[in-house]
């Protein structure tokens, strides 16, 4: 299968990619599902593919975790080694061109105490919402690539 098959099968087709790396076969290793399994149990257990609704959770708190996500891809990565070149590749993307945005913009408005104005805290759980919806499928991107279950709609939301 080639990566742009790969993607598109995903809907992220809205992604930044040099043509001759969607050319590429898509052929994960053995370390490549190992990272990916491993940064998939982080992305389901995190704000980045959970509800905060209402007035529940904390908007500074829910930024950490995002932000929390580059020095684990990081960890991610060194711990699996030079091998895993499939996940590095989909992970580098997803930092750069999805979290990243989000990120810089929140950390320096929450430098500038945004989060203690509620129309700044609505804008940031919109924001937040969107990156969602790309940050769960990129959480089932990983669990097909480690080939495991896809559990990132086990529970009902409310």
């Known amino acids: 299968m080639k990566w ?8 992220m087709t809205s992604l930044k990619i040099k043509a001759p790396f969607l050319d590429m ?7 490549d599902k ?17 509800p905060l609704v209402g007035n529940h959770g904390d908007e500074e708190t829910a930024l950490k975790s995002i932000c929390s996500i580059f020095p684990l891809t990081r960890e991610v990565i060194k711990l699996n080694g030079r091998y895993c070149i499939e996940f590095t590749k989909i992970a580098i993307i997803i930092l750069n061109q999805k979290i990243r945005p989000f990120t810089a913009k ?9 989060f203690n104005d509620a129309e700044k805290c ?3 759980r ?14 089932q991107m990983l669990a097909d690539m480690a080939g ?11």
């Open 106 to 114: 929140w950390h320096k408005l929450s430098e500038q105490n945004a």
């Open 148 to 158: 495991v279950e896809n559990l990132v709609n086990l529970e009902n939301e409310t």
């Open 126 to 139: 919109r924001e937040l919402s969107a990156l969602q919806k790309d940050l769960k499928i990129y959480t």
């Open 4 to 11: 742009s098959k790969w993607l598109e099968n995903w809907g």
């Open 122 to 124: 609505k804008e940031f």
């Open 25 to 31: 076969e898509w052929k994960p290793q053995d370390e």
């Open 34 to 50: 190992s990272a990916a399994w491993d940064l998939y149990i982080e992305l389901l257990t995190r704000i980045t593919t959970q």
